[in-house]
């Protein structure tokens, strides 16, 4: 099966062996891959190799570990689109799964001098402030924090932000999202966002920041997303 006077390391050559079984469906979501000591018996290696070929998958979201069970087989990365000005609550039916949510807080406030500048806001105007956590089939994907111009939304209240918040600015207030600017960067999670997220210290996550305009370019919404990295991949069809 494996090559030892290949050049190829042998953790690569075990790592590239099991992502074929997983990707070919030999295993099934959620079933657990032969052990470490069997892997080292089938391959003739040592614990180590076998050790640094499954982290690998592991780091890459095809696996993921149980402490004291076993190593098992992911549900795949949920492939989100960069283009589409989308809700979360969209994305997830699209995709057959059921959204929820989890009110972490909500304030009215007036915002830091970045957030006042990126809404277009005077020195004295406030913004609401939403924190949730989002899940997808009850898993927690994402925190996000939502900052909105309380003028625009002058009565926000709880049960408004219970459901979504893109149908409650859309059908409630009738005001149309139109276009958004978005970046995108890796960093380590924070403490209590790792809670929220159910994910170990430290992991990686992705933080997207994305301003969304109304149809006459006035900011509705900054909100600064944290997503699970093993749970999400962001993908975009790019033309030359
Ligand atoms: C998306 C948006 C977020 C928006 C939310 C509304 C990003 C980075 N974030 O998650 O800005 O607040 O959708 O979702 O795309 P909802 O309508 O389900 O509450």
Redesign the pocket.
Known sequence: MLDKQSPIPMYVQIEDYLKNQILQGDFVIGEAIPSERELTDTFDVSRMTVRQSITNLVNEGLLYREKGRGTYVATPKIE?PLSG????????LSRGMK?S?KLISFEKMIPEIDIMHELQLAKDEEVFV?K?I?YADDKPM?I?R?YLPVKLVPNLELND?E???????EKDKRLIISH?S?RMEAVLVKKEDAEFLQIFMPSAVLL???I?YLTNDVPI?I?R?T?RADRYKFISEIRR
Request: aromatic share 12%; charged share 25%; hydrophobic share 35%.
């Open positions: 989100q000005l989308t809700s979360f609550t969209e994305d997830m959204p949510n939403v949730r989002r994402a996000e939502s932000i459901g979504s918040l893109y149908s409650f600015i958004a978005q997207i920041e994305r969304s919404e909100v997303s997503y």
